[in-house]
């Protein structure tokens, strides 16, 4: 892969965790603060079109920069950082897919049930999740 080729990789890469890092907070905060339960469902609903689009990204994105740094063996320090960050993010994604199957079942079923702080809490977690996962990120790119 060309210098300039991995480094849009990297800056695709950033900018996706940026944006879910991001969207997870607002939407959090929103949740927190808004009114009128409508507006939380649909600012929620849109997030998590905006969040898989960009979980796509950062999947090739991800396996694009493992193909430029290689593969290293689990044995190092860096492969040790790298399958617990690798770890955190299956327990991450299965956790976004309940938060997006109940975000979905109630914009489609109408279910009021969910309150205002219950749909804060699954963008908390997520927020709190990502930054998990931005902390490792910043070990495995500078030790």
């Known amino acids: 892969m060309s210098a300039v080729s991995a480094l849009l990789v990297r800056f695709v890469h950033v900018s996706g965790m940026?944006?879910?890092l991001g969207g997870s907070v607002f939407v959090w905060y929103a949740c927190r603060t808004a009114g009128v339960g409508d507006d939380r469902l649909r600012l929620?609903?849109?997030?998590?079109w905006v969040f898989w689009g960009t979980m796509a990204a950062m999947l090739?994105?991800?396996v694009?920069?493992?193909?430029t740094l290689g593969a290293p063996g689990p044995a190092t320090r860096?492969?040790?950082?790298?399958?617990?960050?690798?770890?955190?993010?299956?327990v991450f994604v299965v956790g976004s897919?309940?938060?997006?199957?109940?975000?979905?079942?109630?914009?489609?079923?109408?279910i009021s049930v969910l309150r205002r702080l219950t749909l804060g809490?699954?963008?908390?977690?997520?927020?709190?999740?990502l930054v998990l996962l931005v902390g490792?990120?910043?070990?495995?790119?500078?030790?």
């Open 18 to 20: 940026a944006l879910l």
């Open 44 to 48: 929620a609903t849109g997030y998590e």
């Open 60 to 62: 090739v994105t991800g």
């Open 64 to 67: 694009g920069n493992l193909g």
């Open 78 to 90: 860096w492969g040790s950082v790298l399958t617990l960050k690798l770890g955190v993010v299956a």
């Open 97 to 110: 897919f309940l938060r997006t199957f109940v975000v979905l079942t109630v914009e489609r079923h109408g």
């Open 121 to 129: 809490q699954f963008y908390g977690a997520t927020a709190w999740l």
């Open 136 to 143: 490792l990120a910043e070990v495995l790119a500078h030790g």
